[in-house]
């Protein structure tokens, strides 16, 4: 029988910065992690159902295969059990959770080694000798009649283009961008300097912006209509 | 003033606000005269927003529920351990 304590794992945890992070766990935070430090076996299901489609949506975030999404959750929820006791609670246990996850993507996607990985390259602005720039990312893509687009659909291909970024890129752009850690804290995480982590993220964010161009295109073009 | 490149290195700067006020200044500059590059901020904002939204809540891409298979191998993965 599991016990009826209720976490709302759909609730996105706010980014972990400086400023931003929650001193104190709430009422049921508390409950839960008691529970947990207790070693009740009924508290780590409800943990693990209740933070799992969390932990799964963000491993699919990182990770391109849904194996290693699959395998990150087992080792996200392993690590999590592992820790318990050590958890500062200087932050929600949604923050600290998702923190591990994205800790446990970044150690498989680094444990995959350095792949050759595809060239954005044809995605970033060209300048010509003098340094003005001589060719803008915008598409040629042709629309379709009743080719229509929705929020729901624009979110999809926005997180689609993002997954289809190498690795180097969309982690970069993860962590800044998405998941609101600041562009220190991002090196930091990556083990990179500042200026690397800066010039990756300019990178990831004009290649994204020239793969979605085309599907801007396509609203623009049905907003006209 | 500064060639399109040299703004191009200074973006990410220029967004965080990490730049001396004389590099500000030109980066400005730059985008009041430059109509490729002020489109480009346009729409460089535009597609850092996008992204976010295409995570904000309700996320479609949480899932409701983890396949039970997932959650019944994760306890016992700890078991195990």
Redo the contacts between chains.
């Keep these: 029988m599991v016990r009826a304590i209720r976490v709302d794992?759909?609730?996105?945890p706010r980014p972990m910065t400086a400023t931003s992070r929650p001193a104190y766990l709430d009422g049921k935070d508390k409950k839960l992690l008691k529970c947990l430090r207790a070693g009740d076996e009924n508290c780590?299901?409800i943990l693990?159902?209740s933070f799992?489609?969390?932990v799964?949506?963000t491993a699919?975030?990182y990770l391109r295969s849904d194996a290693d999404a699959?395998d990150c959750?087992?080792d996200t929820?392993?690590a999590v059990?592992?820790s318990v006791d050590k958890f500062e609670q200087r932050s929600t246990i949604a923050t600290w959770i998702r923190g591990i996850t994205i800790n446990q993507c970044l150690m498989r996607i680094r444990a995959q080694g350095r792949r050759q990985e595809d060239s954005i390259e044809h995605l970033l602005?060209v300048?010509d000798e003098?340094?003005?720039?001589v060719r803008?990312y915008t598409s040629n893509r042709s629309c379709g009649i009743g080719d229509t687009i929705d929020a729901?659909q624009?979110?999809?291909i926005?997180?689609e283009n993002?997954l289809s970024l190498p690795d180097t890129f969309r982690v970069t752009?993860l962590l800044r961008?998405?998941d609101g850690y600041s562009?220190k804290e991002t090196a930091t995480i990556l083990g990179i300097s500042v200026t690397a982590a800066?010039?990756r993220?300019?990178r990831a964010?004009?290649a994204?912006?020239a793969l979605?161009?085309p599907e801007?295109e396509r609203l623009k073009y049905h907003a006209d209509v | 003033m500064l060639t399109c490149k040299e703004f191009d290195d200074f973006m990410v700067d220029y967004l965080e606000q990490d730049l001396s006020v004389w590099q500000k200044f030109m980066c400005w500059l730059h985008v009041k005269m430059c109509r490729e590059c002020a489109e480009f901020v346009r729409d460089y904002h535009r597609y850092i927003k996008l992204g976010r939204k295409a995570y904000d809540a309700p996320d479609e891409a949480v899932p409701d529920t983890v396949p039970e298979e997932l959650i019944k191998a994760a306890l016992a993965h700890r078991e195990s351990n």
């Design positions: 794992s759909r609730t996105k780590y299901e693990v159902r799992g489609p969390r799964l949506a699919r975030q699959a959750f087992q929820f392993l059990f592992e602005p300048f003098r340094g003005d720039r803008s729901a624009m979110k999809r926005v997180r993002i752009l961008d998405i562009t800066k010039t993220l300019h964010r004009t994204l912006g979605l161009q801007m």
